[in-house]
């Protein structure tokens, strides 16, 4: 079983920073893939990031053109999504997600139906 706690959202002006925290509860968390999600009102839940626990390659959605960051802290068992430049369009619940990394992982990264397990979503609110 796997739990995650987000934290760090916020009401933010556009171009502000935000960063945003997912404490991973996890037996052996080194098997797992953490994703990041957002979903805007009436909107379909979005990829935003990806990463293996163990180490590779991090996957971002096209649209964010370097201006997000995912991280982890393996101390604190921590993933961290670092949001810059934030615009108004990108208010949303941000979530993370836990799946497996398997080889459907590798292929399947972006689809919210990868993941097994989600935390509670935090709300990022950026004013115009």
């Known amino acids: 079983q796997v739990q995650l706690v987000e934290s760090g959202g916020g009401l933010v002006q556009a171009g502000d920073s935000l960063s945003l925290s997912c404490v991973v509860s996890?037996?052996?968390?080194?098997?797992?893939?953490i994703g990041w999600f957002r979903q805007a009102p009436g909107k379909e839940r979005e990829f935003v990031s990806a990463?293996?626990?163990?180490?590779?390659?991090?996957y971002y959605a096209d649209s964010l053109k370097g201006r997000f960051t995912a991280s982890k802290d393996n101390s604190k068992n921590t993933a961290y999504l670092q949001m810059n430049n934030l615009r108004p369009e990108e208010t949303a619940v941000y979530y993370c997600?836990?799946?497996?990394?398997?080889?459907?992982?590798?292929?399947?990264?972006?689809?919210?139906?990868?993941?097994?397990?989600w935390g509670q979503g935090t709300q990022v609110t950026v004013s115009s």
């Open positions: 990463f293996r626990w163990n180490g590779g390659r991090t």
């Open positions: 997600a836990a799946a497996l990394a398997t080889i459907d992982y590798t292929t399947n990264y972006r689809s919210p139906r990868q993941y097994d397990f």
């Open positions: 996890a037996d052996t968390i080194r098997r797992y893939a």
